[in-house]
């Protein structure tokens, strides 16, 4: 080696060193801490009814639909409710499918979509569950059955007037919920976005947490579905959706706190000096949301269809 070769070294070796003193050390991303809420849920010994677990949603609507009753509504957080009948899937007919029972997400929308299965227009598509979705068709020869039983090959089906409303109120990754009747123990309800107390995780750890949450719910531990607002969306919520969960295994809450709590003298006297009202609780714990089953909000206006 040659000593200019060996001086080409050591000036190149000293340069890589003077670079590395001069770069910047990349600091540490601050993460943001998961906060939770610690409250007080003695008050559910006053009530008769069942406690939900909620999920949460910072858009500002989100769907139900009820395949008992066919009927579905877009819920605002404004306050405001767009009612419209519709008509499911039947597995009575060819090629069809039972819609399925679930919390879902809008995935995809549009003003007007195309079947290749079935060669026929999907107007004002609002897709949510894998190939199934909210739509309206050609013609109005289907209007008969709306509101009164399932029709379709799994979508859910629905005039065309009243789609086109609830397109306009409904935005990407929306929750859509499901049920068949009340036989959901899970609920969606609003939650601002700058709230402490939200967390969004991704979709392999909501499928796990939503599954926990289901059994504290079941075994009647409701600090822990108290002390955070799970939200939901398109990126977490997956095509498969998450379960509802089931209603008939959710303890009585004013029988699992009495149990737990009677023997408390201050408790029994309590019980006994007080007689609250469901609208007495909700005001001195307007912190907690109880959904929409045990309060009944007398100031919703509803939109109304010419």
Not at 77 to 94: A, C, L
Not at 124 to 132: A, E, L, S, T, V
Not at 159 to 179: Q, R
Not at 233 to 239: A, F, I, R, T, Y
């Amino acid at each position: 080696m040659t000593s200019i070769t060996k001086i080409i070294i050591f000036l190149a070796f000293f340069s890589a060193l003077i670079a590395l003193s001069m770069a910047e050390i990349p600091k540490p991303v601050p993460t943001k801490p998961i906060l939770h809420r610690k409250v007080d849920i003695s008050y559910l010994r006053y009530l008769d009814r069942k406690i939900k677990d909620t999920l949460y949603t910072t858009k500002k609507s989100y769907i139900t639909i009820d395949l008992k009753t066919q009927q579905a509504a877009v819920i605002m957080k404004s306050g405001e409710r767009f009612n419209f009948p519709v008509s499911t899937g039947t597995n009575q007919i060819s090629q069809g499918v039972l819609t399925n029972q679930g919390i879902f997400a809008i995935f995809s929308k549009a003003e007007v979509a195309v079947s290749k299965d079935f060669n026929c227009n999907l107007y004002y598509w609002m897709q949510f569950n894998y190939g199934i979705g909210l739509h309206g068709l050609d013609g109005n020869g289907y209007y008969v059955f709306l509101g009164k039983q399932p029709s379709s090959h799994g979508c859910v089906r629905t005039a065309n007037e009243d789609i086109k409303i609830a397109y306009s109120l409904v935005e990407f990754g929306s929750p859509v919920v499901v049920t068949t009747g009340d036989n959901n123990a899970i609920t969606v309800s609003f939650v601002e976005k700058d709230d402490p107390y939200i967390y969004n995780p991704g979709a392999a750890e909501l499928q796990k947490l939503v599954k926990q949450r289901l059994q504290d719910l079941y075994a009647g531990n409701f600090e822990k579905l108290f002390s955070q607002k799970i939200v939901i969306d398109n990126l977490n919520c997956g095509m498969g959706g998450l379960p509802i969960g089931d209603i008939s295994k959710i303890p009585d809450a004013k029988m699992l706190l009495y149990k737990s709590t009677i023997e408390n003298s201050y408790m029994s006297k309590d019980l006994k000096s007080k007689s609250l009202n469901i609208d007495q609780i909700v005001d001195v714990n307007d912190s907690i949301e109880i959904n929409d089953s045990l309060k009944t909000k007398t100031n919703d206006s509803t939109y109304t269809k010419k």
